[in-house]
């Protein structure tokens, strides 16, 4: 482990940071809000540390990372840049906490889109737009922003890339990292921009429509309303946010080569037609069990189900309906889909619609193997063949996710919160989803988490976006052996 | 006629003496002085030491006025290379290459049309995987071939003991079975081969080859005493490069196979690669496992694996504990004539499979299909009539067939006539043409003759 260069490195990105701050701040100019001061100085105090940082470790050019070393720096970048994303909101009022800033800057990070915040409406344009954009940028990773960009600076960022998309099968769609970080980011901006844009043919205003688009895209959750997207209360609006939800759990990698003029990209693809049916489907179920019983009309049981599911399978958390309201069925299925999450490769979070898949077919495997004990059967994804280690990582992701879910919902109804909040809290942390049951869902917000509980659900947050293995590597002593 | 073989395998020692036996000049190249020792003290053919991809060596072969070159050594690679070389040498000799790699599948159009100008691509795995497709969709059927893409078909079928057919004199055929009757080219009675005349009789356990047409081929198998049952459960022992092909096909036919195969790493190859097949490890002639694996409603078992003991005795194990029907794989003529004695009655053989597809393109004139019947004994060869040729326009009963050929069908447009002494063969029909091993030289004189001297 060279430290130097891991803190460096670790520096560079805080100075990057601190630079994106001229955002809100723009906003704030252009408005003359009171969140001005604030925020110049928490982007003070941000170039500084990262100037600093970089300064003092300053190094040798070095061309390449090893594997431990980039999971170091996506593990502490991730948390320091989470540290620093609070200061505008600490800086801003008095009654901010840093527990409480801490939670809504990791929730902006890592796209939870879950708040602190009781009157949303109450903030300055600035610091609004600022929850927005922490999460437009954790989205795709501020790391492979820095993949993008970084490589200019002379850093290498090939092992970072290993660290910061460790899903089961990664696509590269160039050989250089660089170049596959940049046309993704061109991918995720054009989307972005067609959100701004539809929106705002529905009557949303241009800040209302740039918030929520920017939360969308990195299926956040943030919104610029105190009731959510159900604020606007327009079918249009439902219909564009829920379509620009579903795109944003799909690979991005897909929408790469739909752009590129492959139009069977999603079909051909075993996942995006797993994700894309499941999303049809449950929302054919949830449709189907609120209608009569919540909604009297087909119509309205159907605009509902369809924005609750699939904000919840994409791990947006934009609501619509306080699902707390509807029948058991529906509760039990939208709890279950906090854990599966959307696709690989995507912004969404939870354990990814290919693990699932992949563990389904294991059982099925198993199955078949005591029926045939001499059979060779190899697990397939789209006619390819699953490499063993692949399996086996997945099944270790998924124990390991349960194990930590397990911890986590023992360790918070410890905090003295009740049976349902603590399973729905952290279903929905681990998940990076937003809302969760109880106590904080989807009409309800996270205040009335005791204080520890939100150093634990901010922990939660943070390990699901890093997919478990690559924050909690860094607790194995294994790890920090020479 | 000149021909030059590359490779003295298997394939090649086989056409080499077919070949030679119809007095054609053949000169055999290969590497391997033994194999060429085995030739040269077989067969009347020239023999030269050397590797088929040299120029030098094809020059001296005499590759500029061969008619045709066969390369079908071992190794894709070389073959290539000999019709390259070839190519450049005599652009005008055909060339005829046995190129076995799956991954040349796709692109044997590219090499016809471009260097190295392949004539014709023989891939013997794909010929045993349609043989053994036909036999398939044949019940009964020993010995499936086909004529006229396929709507014509030519099967051969034991006759069973008690069969209403055994002891019935040909020329009786008529009566007994009216107006749909199969068309009876040959009879293999004791290993020999026979062309059925008139006054012939059939006997229990002949085996009958006879012609049909593909839309009355179940009416035809019928008489015979042969039903029809789908096949729908099959289990292909051995996971070769047949095997995996077979698999292939199965699956694109949606039947239900397994497959078992002894090779680990051969297993993870096919479990890769086929999707719905069951591949399971282990060897086919493990009772244990076929029970395990319901050997009892099998439709039907292909053994494939690479050496041919192993497949005889895993069919006769697996139609022990009740498979309804087997395909075997067996390489070695001298194998066939027991066959029926020890009783397995389907047989592929890639050798006989490759061998049958050179012939065709071997053969002077328009002989457009050629199948060898019962090892190498006799051939039925599809000929377009040349209009300049000597049979054409002329009752068949002045032509002067050689002897032990017939000609057994007539396809004239859509139809096809079962000649009598009185039928004429107008211009372009195409004729089937049945002849034992002897006959076949002058046949192929009759068909082409005049055709030489435009």
Redesign the interface.
């Known amino acids: 482990m060279r430290w130097r260069y891991i803190l460096n490195t670790i520096g560079v990105l805080i100075l990057f940071f601190g630079g994106t701050m001229i955002v809100p701040l723009a906003f704030d100019l252009f408005a003359m809000d009171r969140s001005l001061m604030p925020l110049i100085k928490a982007m003070g105090v941000t170039v500084v540390c990262g100037a600093v940082m970089m300064a003092v470790f300053r190094h040798k050019k070095t061309e390449t990372i090893s594997q431990r070393e980039g999971m170091a720096i996506v593990a502490l970048g991730w948390t320091a840049i989470s540290l620093f994303g609070a200061l505008p909101f600490y800086f801003s009022s008095a009654s901010f906490f840093f527990v409480d800033a801490f939670f809504e800057s990791v929730s902006g990070f890592t796209t939870t889109g879950s708040s602190i915040l009781c009157n949303i409406e109450g903030l300055s344009q600035g610091l609004l737009i600022w929850r927005s954009f922490i999460q437009w940028l954790g989205g795709m990773g501020i790391i492979v922003l820095s993949i993008a960009i970084l490589p200019f600076l002379g850093v290498g960022g090939m092992q970072l890339y290993k660290a910061e998309v460790p899903s089961p099968v990664p696509d590269k769609l160039r050989p250089r990292i660089r170049d596959t970080a940049v046309i993704l980011w061109k991918v995720y901006a054009l989307f972005t921009v067609a959100e701004v844009v539809l929106l705002m043919v529905g009557g949303m205003f241009f800040f209302d429509a740039l918030n929520h688009a920017f939360t969308t895209m990195p299926t956040g959750g943030f919104s610029t309303k105190n009731a959510s997207v159900a604020h606007f209360d327009s079918v249009y609006i439902d219909v564009v946010i829920t379509f620009f939800m579903l795109l944003a759990g799909i690979n991005f990698s897909l929408h790469y080569q739909l752009l590129k003029g492959r139009p069977l990209a999603f079909w051909k693809d075993p996942e995006c037609r797993f994700y894309l049916a499941m999303c049809l489907f449950l929302t054919l179920v949830v449709g189907f069990d609120i209608y009569r019983t919540v909604y009297p009309d087909v119509g309205q049981a159907l605009r509902y189900a369809a924005f609750q599911m699939v904000s919840i399978v994409t791990t947006t958390g934009y609501v619509t309906a306080d699902y707390e309201m509807w029948p058991a069925m529906s509760q039990i299925i939208i709890f279950l889909c906090m854990f599966v999450g959307a696709s690989a490769g995507s912004t969404g979070g939870g354990m990814k619609c290919l693990r699932i898949m992949l563990v389904f077919k294991y059982c099925y495997k198993e199955l078949f193997s005591m029926i045939h004990p001499r059979a060779v059967t190899h697990i397939k994804i789209g006619g390819k063949t699953v490499p063993e280690d692949v399996v086996r990582s997945v099944l270790g992701f998924l124990a390991l996710y349960m194990a930590l879910f397990a911890l986590f919902t023992v360790l918070l109804a410890g905090t003295g919160v009740d049976f349902v909040t603590a399973l729905g809290a952290v279903a929905s942390t681990i998940g990076n989803i937003g809302p969760g049951f109880g106590m904080v869902g989807p009409v309800e917000n996270f205040a009335q988490v005791p204080y520890w509980g939100k150093w634990l659900l901010a922990w939660c947050m943070l390990l699901g976006r890093l997919e478990i293995y690559t924050l909690i590597i860094l607790v194995v002593p294994e790890f920090w052996r020479k | 006629m000149k021909i030059v073989i590359v490779g003295a395998g298997e394939v090649g020692f086989h056409i080499a003496s077919r070949l030679a036996l119809e007095h054609k000049d053949v000169v055999v190249i290969d590497s391997h002085p033994e194999a060429l020792k085995r030739i040269s003290e077989n067969i009347d053919v020239q023999t030269i030491s050397g590797s088929g991809s040299s120029p030098v060596i094809l020059e001296a072969a005499g590759i500029r006025d061969a008619e045709i070159m066969l390369a079908v050594t071992d190794s894709d690679e070389v073959n290539l290379v000999a019709c390259l070389v070839a190519d450049t040498l005599s652009p005008s000799t055909k060339k005829l290459v046995r190129l076995r790699a799956a991954d040349f599948d796709r692109y044997h159009d590219a090499f016809k049309a471009n260097a190295p100008h392949i004539d014709t691509i023989i891939n013997p795995d794909i010929e045993v995987v349609r043989t053994i497709e036909r036999l398939m969709s044949v019940p009964g059927a020993v010995d499936v071939g086909e004529f006229a893409d396929g709507r014509i078909k030519f099967v051969g079928v034991y006759l069973e003991p008690g069969s209403r057919l055994a002891g019935v004199r040909l020329s009786d055929l008529p009566i007994l079975l009216k107006e749909d009757r199969p068309l009876i080219a040959a009879v293999v009675r004791d290993d020999q081969l026979i062309v059925p005349k008139g006054n012939n009789h059939l006997r229990a356990a002949d085996l009958v080859y006879f012609i049909s047409e593909e839309k009355n081929l179940f009416k035809h198998l019928s008489i015979f005493d042969k039903h029809a049952t789908p096949v729908k459960r099959v289990l292909i022992i051995g996971g070769g490069r047949i095997g995996y092909r077979l698999a292939k096909r199965l699956e694109d036919k949606s039947l239900s196979c397994k497959i078992i195969e002894k090779l680990?790493t051969q297993?993870?190859f096919?479990?890769?690669r086929l999707?719905r097949t069951?591949?399971?490890?282990?060897d086919g002639s493990d009772q244990s496992?076929l029970v395990?694996?319901n050997i009892h409603d099998t439709d039907l078992v292909v053994t494939l694996t690479g050496d041919e003991e192993t497949n005889i005795l895993a069919s006769l194990l697996t139609k022990r504990l009740g498979a309804k029907k087997t395909i075997s794989r067996i390489n070695k003529f001298s194998y066939f004539s027991l066959m029926s004695t020890i009783g397995i009655e389907q047989v592929v053989s890639s050798r006989l499979s490759a061998i049958n597809t050179i012939l065709q393109h071997i053969r002077r004139g328009k002989v457009l299909s050629a199948i060898s019947i019962k090892g190498e004994a006799g051939e039925v060869m599809e000929a377009l009539a040349l209009p300049t040729s000597d049979i054409v326009s002329k009752p068949l009963k002045k032509i002067s067939f050689p002897k032990g050929s017939m000609v057994a069908g007539i396809i004239r447009m859509e139809t096809i006539i079962i000649p009598t002494g009185e039928s004429i063969i107008e211009p372009d029909d195409r004729i089937i043409i049945f002849a034992t091993r002897e006959a076949i030289p002058g046949v192929e004189k009759i068909l082409a003759v005049k055709l030489e001297y435009i």
């Open positions: 680990a297993c993870d096919l479990a890769e999707n069951v591949v399971l490890h282990g496992l395990e694996e």
